[in-house]
């Protein structure tokens, strides 16, 4: 296995997630049914997005909550979604990386899912 040090790893890590994302029976719909997102646009955002917190280079420019309470408002982003997110993320760098910046890889992800899974449920109330 490799490490995660670059951008291609980075590239590799998102592209592999978002290929467990569309598909899974839990999460996906919010990607293909609710935001409908075209992964020729997305995908490069979340490259920017994760390697400017894994490698720290500020190439992210953007604001993923305000991204993210228009689709709440259709259907309730919750808990259990955030959670399933998790569980994807963490299998996907398990199964292809090692080394120190996978740890930090979930423990990022840990903080911005309880963070965004707690401003989404004020946000319905």
């Known amino acids: 296995m490799k490490t995660l040090e670059t ?4 590239e590799e890590l998102v592209d592999k997630f978002y290929d467990k994302v569309v598909i899974d029976d839990q999460i996906g719909f ?5 935001a ?3 992964l020729k646009k997305h995908l490069p955002k979340m490259y920017n997005f994760w390697e400017s917190i894994l490698l720290g280079n500020p190439v992210y420019d953007g604001n993923p909550m305000r ?3 228009p689709l709440n408002q259709v259907v309730a982003l919750e808990e259990h979604h955030f959670d399933r997110w998790l569980t994807l993320w963490q299998q996907t760098l398990e199964e292809n990386f090692e080394g120190e910046n996978v740890a930090t890889a979930i423990l990022r992800a840990q903080n911005i899912a309880r963070i965004m899974s707690y401003k989404m449920k004020i946000a319905r109330s």
């Not at 951008?7 to 980075?10: A, K, L, V």
């Not at 919010?30 to 609710?34: A, L, P, Q, R, S």
Request: proline share 0%; no cysteine.
């Open 67 to 69: 991204v993210h309470f």
């Open 7 to 10: 951008r291609t790893d980075i």
């Open 36 to 38: 409908q997102i075209d």
């Open 30 to 34: 919010f990607f293909t049914d609710i």
